[in-house]
């Protein structure tokens, strides 16, 4: 068990690493390539994006890191089941800050994201 919080605490920081990089190649190793993104779009209605077509969309966006904004990074929780962990998450990239909900399953003995359900303010 402390083996698994350890690296669920390890795919946290690569998440909050290339959040504030910006860093497609850094969320694609930590996300499974069959995983999605999910939350409420703009119209109000739940939106999924396919790993591959958001991680397309961070590869245009500007880095908090190259804006000079500070980080506020915070593991609120890590819960763990056999092989199923959430981990809710809390990251700044301004002007939003983000509150993740990240669904992990071990994979041939490896944590990865499943899942991301998110929202921000």
């Not at 939003?96 to 359900?117: A, E, N, Y």
């Amino acid at each position: 068990m402390d083996s698994d919080i350890s690296a669920l605490r390890s795919i946290a920081q690569t998440y909050f690493d290339a959040a504030y990089e910006m860093d497609a190649e850094k969320f694609s190793s930590v996300f499974h390539p069959s995983s999605s993104v999910t939350r409420v779009g703009e119209d109000g209605d739940v939106s999924v994006t396919q790993i591959a077509t958001w991680l397309a969309a961070v590869r245009n966006l500007e880095a908090p890191k190259q804006k000079g904004f500070e980080r506020d990074d915070q593991i609120l929780s890590i819960d763990v089941e056999k092989d199923l962990a959430v981990l809710k998450v809390k990251l700044q990239v301004p002007p939003r800050v983000f509150t993740d909900m990240l669904s992990c399953l071990k994979v041939h003995g490896t944590w990865k994201i499943v899942q991301k359900v998110m929202t921000s303010s």
